[in-house]
């Protein structure tokens, strides 16, 4: 199995930053073939494809709302994925879900979601 756990939400003014963190655990858990990604829901709202990230770091994809904005990133070493959020909008204002999967598949359904962790954006 595998365990995600985001955390680093919080309140923030429009036009600031903030660094969400999503740990991952489990022996199923394959750091360097195991795709990662962010997704996020607001109230009445579908949940929307964020950021997708490979294994090997070497591949990232961003939803045109948040690219050159937001930044995908993991350390294979921590089992840790990040999402360095900046120029923060109102409207990005959601619940943030990590997703683990088949980089191939994930955007359309992930095999390990954590619980999320709340972002909100003040104008």
């Known amino acids: 199995q595998v365990q995600l756990v985001e955390s680093g939400g919080g309140l923030v003014q429009a036009g600031g930053s903030l660094r969400l963190s999503c740990a991952a655990s489990g022996r199923t858990f394959r750091p360097y073939t195991m795709g990662m990604g962010w997704f996020r829901q607001a109230p009445g709202k579908e949940r929307e494809f964020v950021a997708t990230i490979s294994g090997s770091a070497g591949s990232t994809h961003y939803s045109d709302s948040v690219k050159c904005r937001f930044t995908i990133s993991r350390d294979n070493a921590k089992n840790t994925m990040y999402l360095q959020m900046n120029s923060l909008k109102p409207e990005d204002t959601a619940a943030y879900y990590c997703?683990?999967?088949?980089?191939?598949?994930?955007?359309?359904?992930?095999?390990?979601w954590g619980q999320g962790t709340q972002v909100t954006v003040s104008s």
């Open positions: 997703a683990a999967g088949n980089i191939a598949t994930i955007r359309a359904e992930a095999d390990y």
